[in-house]
């Protein structure tokens, strides 16, 4: 909602747009207290408390520019960055198109706090202060994301990716401690627009995208969008190839003025040779291996295909409150059969082995919630309430084997080994049902205090054909914060969010073992120039998991085979620094530094932390010339660094030394409407080690020096 007396933020620079989506305040019916007699009548001092503006906030598209004066992610209601007490991030529609980004982890690798495990496009892991990312949202509505399944989004349907890191109990109670990823749907415009988008470069690397939008019928009550895209690429590595497709439709429709339907199909197509990566010698040691270099089969296959349907209908009441409700159903399967290298812990021997999956899954989630502003003690605050639920249903079937014995890597073939027959073993079906009640108020006492609290009481189901079943029931999950205003620019915050996360696994009584519960306390300033065109944020956190599943031991303190137990305890300190938007009108900015320090404080080592480093940054810059004969020329460029980092597995420790890569970018808008770029990554060509796995695989490089030129035309 509105502070009173706040200057508005939103960027000068397009302002007529801005103005469509401000000049819609809803009134609240006026407030008043007074004493009234038949004799004498007297007129009653009135408040008017104005609906929340955000709602009408312009899409990312439309303001331009590297950031965006308000997200979504882990509020339900928008919220001014600088008035969320937790760590955000929003990467705009100029930020991806300029970097060209095609799917999530894509967009991960440059983004602050965030650490990609390296696969290919569209199948890598994303982390966040030391947890997996194991959901995305769409338009707030939750389904799960799995590497292994390659269910990771396209982002060409999407105006932004809103990241908010550490647990969100209050909105996603069971979701991983890592936070939220929310995608944020392009929507129809008002007037017809459209673009068309290509590039090419090495390895056959090619992408082509249209995109058009625009009003159905004659008043504008009725408005279409279609984005349509498809990336394809050979890879520097033989044999492996990646091609991605993506159909997105939108409809937008007015039943009145203040009741809206908005309804949206996304369909994906994932077509992979994958690249498995390398083994590493028995002492730990990364091996030198060229580029093209390729252990794995010419007959690997990976075949994925998601759809989803969103459908949501608002209502703005006259009190000002702000009702919704939405549902996303979504579709996925995924095949695959490919091979990759496994090594002898011993000998040394390298094999070559398969894996397999068949696997369909089904999930359904909705929210409905209601907020509203109101007056008290001469300020306006905001409560959202509202109920949620959803469900995942997944049945998948698995197949492991060995190709090949023993192959010489220096001379292997990939086209040697025969395509092996395989059979499924026994399917494994999960079903996964959580529904909530949640409550939040925004309550300020003061003109510069918001006091933030909230609780959700969830109820949750699994059933596993494989690991049994477990039901929580009546969980509460509190949040609290609070956020206040040191001045104009800069807020001081802090916040307590917890979340819980029900187990398989069971102990030696056959009983399913507690859920994992994580807390994070966090504090920071947050700052805000320009009007909203330049946002900074500096954040100390610490993060706290517990009842993690570790082995069960005897008395005698031996392992117990099967047998599991919550002791598993691990705290995560760190820091963030991140800046985004015009530092000056023609020089855009993105930057952040993370620090992160792991300790585990009880139940068996946690391998996974190892491999998030100790430092990370990400810088991106670009200038555009605003005068002279190249006037319009852009000129990027930016650097992505990270320390050493290492993992063990079987006693066996892999490190990788940090690196920093450099990419570079021009742009030149040839005409009003078509516009030439040239890109380099890894400018200074650095062979480097972006991900370490196990002795027998799961050892990446990072890509080589790689161009790409391109044009969009817009119209």
Same mark, same amino acid.
């Given at each position: 909602?509105?502070?009173?007396?706040?200057?508005?933020?939103?960027?000068?620079?397009?302002?007529?747009?801005?103005?469509?989506?401000?000049?819609?305040?809803?009134?609240?019916?006026?407030?008043?207290?007074?004493?009234?007699?038949?004799?004498?009548?007297?007129?009653?001092?009135?408040?008017?408390?104005?609906?929340?503006?955000?709602?009408?906030?312009?899409?990312?598209?439309?303001?331009?520019?590297?950031?965006?004066?308000?997200?979504?992610?882990?509020?339900?209601?928008?919220?001014?960055?600088?008035?969320?007490?937790?760590?955000?991030?929003?990467?705009?529609?100029?930020?991806?198109?300029?970097?060209?980004?095609?799917?999530?982890?894509?967009?991960?690798?440059?983004?602050?706090?965030?650490?990609?495990?390296?696969?290919?496009?569209?199948?890598?892991?994303?982390?966040?202060?030391?947890?997996?990312?194991?959901?995305?949202?769409?338009?707030?509505?939750? $389904?799960?994301?799995?590497?292994?399944?390659?269910?990771?989004?396209?982002?060409?349907?999407?105006?932004?990716?809103?990241?908010?890191?550490?647990?969100?109990?209050?909105?996603?109670?069971?979701?991983?401690?890592?936070?939220?990823?929310?995608?944020?749907?392009?929507?129809?415009?008002?007037?017809?627009?459209?673009?068309?988008?290509?590039?090419?470069?090495?390895?056959?690397?090619?992408?082509?995208?249209?995109?058009?939008?625009?009003?159905?019928?004659?008043?504008?009550?009725?408005?279409?969008?279609?984005?349509?895209?498809?990336?394809?690429?050979?890879?520097?590595?033989?044999?492996?190839? @990646?091609?991605?497709?993506?159909?997105?439709?939108?409809?937008?429709?007015?039943?009145?003025?203040?009741?809206?339907?908005?309804?949206?199909?996304?369909?994906?197509?994932?077509?992979? +040779?994958?690249?498995?990566?390398?083994?590493? %010698?028995?002492?730990?040691?990364?091996?030198?291996?060229?580029?093209?270099?390729?252990?794995?089969?010419?007959?690997?296959?990976?075949?994925?295909?998601?759809?989803?349907? +969103?459908?949501?209908?608002?209502?703005?009441?006259?009190?000002?409150?702000?009702?919704?409700?939405?549902?996303?159903?979504?579709?996925?399967?995924?095949?695959?059969?490919?091979?990759?290298?496994?090594?002898?812990?011993?000998?040394?021997?390298?094999?070559?082995?398969?894996?397999?999956?068949?696997?369909?899954?089904?999930?359904?989630?909705?929210?409905?919630?209601?907020?509203?502003?109101?007056?008290?003690?001469?300020? *306006?605050?905001?409560?959202?309430?509202?109920?949620?639920?959803?469900?995942?249903?997944?049945?998948?079937?698995?197949?492991?084997?060995?190709?090949?014995?023993?192959?010489?890597?220096?001379?292997?073939?990939?086209?040697? %080994?025969?395509?092996?027959?395989?059979?499924?073993?026994?399917?494994?079906?999960?079903?996964?049902?959580?529904?909530?009640?949640?409550?939040?108020?925004?309550?300020?006492?003061?003109?510069?205090?918001?006091?933030?609290?909230?609780?959700?009481?969830?109820?949750?189901?699994?059933?596993?054909?494989?690991?049994?079943?477990?039901?929580?029931?009546?969980?509460?999950?509190?949040?609290?914060?609070?956020?206040?205003?040191?001045?104009?620019?800069?807020?001081?915050?802090?916040?307590? %969010?917890?979340?819980?996360?029900?187990?398989?696994?069971?102990? *030696?009584?056959?009983?399913?073992?507690?859920?994992?519960?994580?807390?994070?306390?966090?504090?920071?300033?947050?700052?805000?120039?320009?009007?909203?065109?330049?946002?900074?944020?500096?954040?100390?956190?610490?993060?706290?998991?517990?009842?993690?599943?570790?082995?069960?031991?005897?008395?005698?303190?031996?392992?117990?085979?099967?047998?599991?137990?919550?002791?598993?305890?691990?705290?995560?300190?760190?820091?963030?620094?991140?800046?985004?938007?015009?530092?000056?009108?023609?020089?855009?900015?993105? $930057?952040?530094?993370?620090?992160?320090?792991?300790?585990?404080?009880?139940?068996?080592? @946690?391998?996974?932390?190892?491999?998030?480093?100790?430092?990370?940054?990400?810088?991106?810059?670009?200038?555009?010339?605003?005068?002279?004969?190249?006037?319009?020329?852009?000129?990027?460029?930016?650097?992505?660094?990270?320390?050493?980092?290492?993992?063990?597995?079987?006693? *066996?420790?892999?490190?990788?030394?940090?690196?920093? +890569?450099?990419?570079?970018?021009?742009?030149?808008?040839?005409?009003?409407?078509?516009? $030439?770029?040239?890109?380099?990554?890894?400018?200074?060509?650095?062979?480097?080690?972006?991900? *370490?796995?196990?002795?027998?695989?799961?050892?990446?490089?990072?890509?080589?020096?790689?161009?790409?030129?391109?044009?969009?035309?817009?119209?």
């Amino acid at each position: 909602m509105d502070r009173i007396n706040r200057p508005n933020r939103f960027s000068h620079r397009s302002g007529r747009l801005l103005l469509v989506g401000l000049l819609a305040p809803f009134p609240l019916s006026a407030l008043a207290q007074g004493v009234t007699t038949p004799a004498e009548p007297i007129e009653l001092e009135s408040i008017t408390v104005e609906g929340n503006r955000l709602y009408d906030m312009p899409s990312s598209e439309a303001l331009g520019g590297y950031t965006v004066p308000a997200a979504t992610v882990g509020t339900k209601t928008p919220a001014e960055l600088r008035d969320i007490p937790q760590s955000i991030s929003v990467y705009t529609s100029d930020y991806i198109r300029d970097r060209q980004f095609v799917n999530l982890d894509d967009l991960a690798k440059y983004s602050t706090g965030l650490r990609t495990l390296t696969n290919d496009s569209g199948r890598s892991s994303i982390y966040a202060r030391g947890y997996e990312y194991d959901e995305f949202n769409i338009d707030g509505l939750p $389904a799960p994301m799995a590497s292994i399944n390659g269910t990771l989004p396209s982002l060409s349907p999407f105006d932004r990716v809103e990241v908010m890191r550490g647990p969100s109990g209050l909105f996603n109670s069971t979701s991983e401690m890592g936070g939220i990823v929310n995608m944020v749907r392009k929507r129809p415009t008002q007037e017809f627009q459209g673009s068309l988008t290509g590039r090419y470069g090495s390895w056959d690397t090619s992408y082509l995208e249209a995109d058009l939008s625009g009003p159905l019928d004659e008043q504008g009550r009725i408005r279409g969008r279609t984005v349509i895209s498809r990336a394809d690429t050979n890879g520097e590595v033989d044999y492996n190839a @990646n091609t991605s497709e993506s159909f997105y439709g939108a409809l937008d429709i007015d039943l009145s003025d203040a009741t809206a339907m908005s309804f949206g199909l996304i369909h994906q197509t994932k077509d992979i +040779v994958p690249h498995n990566g390398y083994p590493a %010698s028995i002492d730990g040691r990364l091996e030198d291996f060229s580029r093209p270099t390729y252990l794995g089969a010419d007959w690997g296959d990976f075949d994925g295909r998601t759809t989803d349907a +969103v459908a949501e209908l608002t209502h703005r009441f006259d009190n000002g409150g702000y009702g919704r409700v939405a549902v996303r159903g979504s579709k996925r399967s995924t095949d695959y059969l490919y091979a990759f290298t496994g090594r002898n812990a011993t000998t040394g021997a390298t094999s070559l082995a398969y894996t397999a999956r068949d696997l369909e899954q089904d999930t359904l989630a909705v929210d409905a919630n209601y907020s509203q502003p109101f007056e008290l003690l001469g300020q *306006v605050s905001e409560f959202v309430i509202g109920t949620d639920y959803k469900r995942y249903d997944t049945e998948y079937a698995d197949a492991r084997g060995t190709v090949i014995r023993s192959i010489d890597v220096g001379t292997y073939d990939p086209t040697d %080994s025969a395509k092996p027959s395989i059979t499924f073993g026994t399917p494994v079906e999960t079903e996964e049902r959580e529904a909530g009640l949640y409550a939040k108020l925004t309550f300020r006492p003061i003109e510069r205090l918001a006091l933030i609290g909230g609780a959700r009481v969830s109820t949750y189901e699994g059933e596993n054909s494989a690991a049994g079943d477990v039901t929580e029931s009546g969980y509460v999950t509190p949040y609290g914060g609070l956020v206040y205003d040191l001045d104009e620019q800069h807020s001081l915050y802090a916040s307590y %969010s917890r979340v819980f996360k029900p187990q398989t696994e069971a102990g *030696v009584d056959n009983r399913i073992i507690d859920p994992r519960e994580g807390e994070q306390y966090e504090i920071g300033v947050k700052g805000s120039y320009y009007g909203g065109d330049l946002n900074a944020r500096v954040t100390a956190f610490q993060l706290t998991d517990e009842n993690r599943a570790t082995t069960a031991i005897d008395a005698f303190g031996i392992p117990i085979s099967g047998a599991y137990e919550a002791a598993g305890k691990t705290r995560i300190r760190g820091g963030e620094l991140e800046i985004s938007g015009y530092v000056t009108p023609e020089w855009e900015l993105l $930057a952040g530094y993370t620090y992160m320090k792991t300790e585990n404080l009880s139940g068996d080592e @946690n391998s996974l932390f190892t491999l998030m480093p100790r430092h990370q940054a990400s810088l991106w810059s670009k200038y555009t010339l605003p005068s002279g004969a190249l006037r319009g020329l852009g000129i990027g460029a930016g650097v992505t660094a990270m320390s050493d980092f290492s993992i063990t597995r079987s006693n *066996v420790t892999l490190s990788a030394p940090g690196y920093a +890569v450099v990419d570079a970018k021009l742009s030149y808008p040839v005409s009003d409407q078509l516009t $030439a770029t040239l890109d380099v990554n890894n400018l200074l060509d650095r062979t480097y080690y972006s991900r *370490v796995g196990s002795v027998g695989t799961f050892n990446f490089y990072g890509p080589s020096r790689n161009v790409m030129v391109g044009a969009r035309y817009e119209f």
